[in-house]
């Protein structure tokens, strides 16, 4: 006789709620939950984050950074300069 025994395993979840305004529009909704999901994942588990504005801020100079160095990279706005010690 073959017994069946129930395994539990455990799944880490994260999810994020963002609290909005009424005539959001659905991207920017995804936006807003997409960063308070990795506002959480950074702050550590069993927590909870509410967007603001502070995050969109972050977001926004992580973005505007990302793109001048890929914009200057083969460019001669962006060079390296070695000086032996």
Do not use: W
């Not at 994942?41 to 793109?67: D, W, Y």
């Not at 001048?68 to 060079?79: D, F, N, Q």
Request: proline fraction near 7%.
């Amino acid at each position: 006789m073959t017994s069946t025994a129930a395994k539990s395993i455990p799944v880490p979840v994260s999810a994020s709620l963002p609290a909005i305004n009424a005539g959001e529009v659905p991207r920017k909704l995804v936006l807003i939950a997409d960063v308070a999901m990795y506002e959480a994942k950074r702050a550590g588990r069993a927590c909870s984050i509410v967007f603001n504005e502070a995050m969109h801020t972050r977001l926004a100079r992580h973005v505007t950074v990302e793109n001048s160095l890929r914009r200057a990279i083969g460019t001669p706005e962006l060079y390296l300069v070695y000086q032996p010690s």
